[in-house]
Every structure is written in structure tokens, then in C-alpha cells.
């Protein structure tokens, strides 16, 4: 594999953070429902953390790809 893949995979995270929330702006949502939304982007959030911090410590990926993306999402964090 190569690091754009595990990039692609971040980036297309944010881009789900981003829609879940122009969609909680443009809908006219219950307070229930936007404890939900707000929940349901903490979350995916929260997987983004889970696999910068995962992906460059995988073992089987070539130090090259590893040093690449410990380098990058440092710097997005």
C-alpha cells in the first residue's frame, strides 16, 4: 500500500465530518436530533484520531510509507 491510500482514507473522513454538519445546518433538526448529529460526527472524530495514530505504526507497511505518514498526520494534528 501507499501512504496516499491512508491519506485518502483521512481526508474522506473530514469530508464526512463536513457534510454531517451542512446538513445539521440546513435542516431544521430536534434538540434530540442534534445531540445525535453532534454525537455522530464526535465519533467519526474520534476514528480519525484512532487511525492517525494507527497507520504509521503498522507493522507490515514499508518503513518508507511509515516514516510518510507519521510525518504527515503529524502535522495535522
Sequence with gaps: MQAEDFFRVIS???FICDDI????DQVNLT???NNKISQ?????EKARTIL?????????LTED?????ESE?????
Excluded at 492517525?52 to 507490515?60: A, E, G, V, Y
Excluded at 498526520?73 to 494534528?77: H, T
Design 12 to 14: 474522506e473522513v473530514d
Design 65 to 69: 510509507v511509515r516514516a510518510d505518514l
Design 52 to 60: 492517525t495514530d494507527l497507520f504509521p505504526n503498522i507493522k507490515s
Design 40 to 44: 455522530a460526527i464526535s465519533s467519526i
Design 21 to 24: 454538519g451542512e446538513i445539521k
Design 73 to 77: 498526520f503529524a502535522d495535522s494534528c
Design 31 to 33: 434538540k434530540s436530533e
